[in-house]
């Protein structure tokens, strides 16, 4: 079993930044890539971005690219969500999330394998 721990959300105005953490306790063959979703309130949860544990393989979804950058740091096992310009669309409660495949697929909530209890991020106008 892997525990996956977030932190670092938080409120911030439009235009504003965040970097969100998520320490896993431990990497397993499940844990191939890393990587963030998001669940706006009374919406369904979205992939956000995902990075493969070797580090060289990144995934965004459209909305984010060019203003989000997911990171890796093996040694000490967490995750980074480096958030910039953010947008008030960009409220959400952000999961760290890690399974076998990159979070591109329309069906990767299928094959995650462990969950974040999450962390909140509001941004305001």
């Known amino acids: 079993q892997v525990h996956l721990v977030e932190s670092g959300g938080g409120s911030v105005q439009t235009g504003g930044s965040l970097r969100l953490s998520c320490t896993a306790s431990?990497?397993?063959?499940?844990?191939?890539?890393f990587g963030w979703f998001r669940q706006p309130p009374g919406k369904e949860r979205e992939a956000v971005a995902s990075?493969?544990?070797?580090?060289?393989?990144?995934y965004y979804v459209d909305s984010v690219k060019g203003r989000f950058t997911v990171s890796i740091d093996n040694d000490n096992k967490t995750i980074y969500l480096q958030m910039n310009t953010l947008k008030p669309e960009d409220t959400a409660m952000y999961y760290c999330?890690?399974?076998?495949?990159?979070?591109?697929?329309?069906?990767?909530?299928?094959?995650?394998?462990?969950w974040g209890r999450g962390t909140q991020v509001t941004v305001s106008s």
């Open positions: 990075i493969y544990v070797g580090g060289s393989i990144t």
């Open positions: 431990d990497y397993t063959t499940e844990t191939l890539y």
């Open positions: 999330a890690a399974g076998r495949t990159d979070f591109a697929s329309s069906r990767v909530k299928d094959y995650i394998h462990y």
